[in-house]
């Protein structure tokens, strides 16, 4: 049986920490599929069908795909056959917000379970909203995306 798992996020923008995580969580499933989660109550920097391209120009491994949903992420889940839920930890308050959610998540769907991952040391302080905030301040955000990414937000920073 082939350990599926789901990665979900607003990854709005992509950045290396999210990067990190793809490629660790890559290394202990047979199928990661990364989900941007689609909210219409938040107004996202970036258009989710250009962070799925980003994405998809960044990320290029065999066992990997990247799609959008809507919905709660237990029935994303169970439509995928996904049994592993990936989620990032970079300090305690990430883990205050998400060990509630693996424990709903787990009663939605029994069985599901949550791995937490750190990223590597030299991305553990990256976050979309500081990317976010130094991006439309005109700050250097290359330390902490991808090249393609730091264009793709300069160009939108100049509209």
Do not use: C, W
């Amino acid at each position: 049986m082939s350990r599926i798992g789901l990665y979900a996020g607003s990854f709005d923008p992509p950045t290396l920490g999210h990067e990190d995580v793809i490629r660790r969580a890559a290394l202990l499933l047979d199928q990661l599929v990364v989900a941007i989660a689609v909210n219409p109550n938040k107004q996202p920097l970036l258009p989710v069908e250009q962070r799925l391209d980003l994405f998809r120009r960044i990320v290029a491994l065999p066992n990997v795909t990247f799609e959008a949903f809507e919905g709660l992420l237990a029935d994303r889940a169970r439509v995928l056959g996904a049994t592993v839920l990936v989620r990032g930890l970079r300090n305690a308050n990430d883990l205050d917000h998400e060990a509630p959610m693996a424990v709903m998540n787990r009663h939605l769907m029994p069985g599901l379970e949550t791995i937490f991952l750190t990223p590597s040391p030299e991305v553990s302080f990256v976050s979309g909203t500081l990317v976010r905030e130094v991006a439309r301040f005109g700050g250097d955000v290359t330390p902490m995306v991808h090249p393609v990414v730091a264009e793709a937000l300069a160009a939108r920073m100049r509209r």
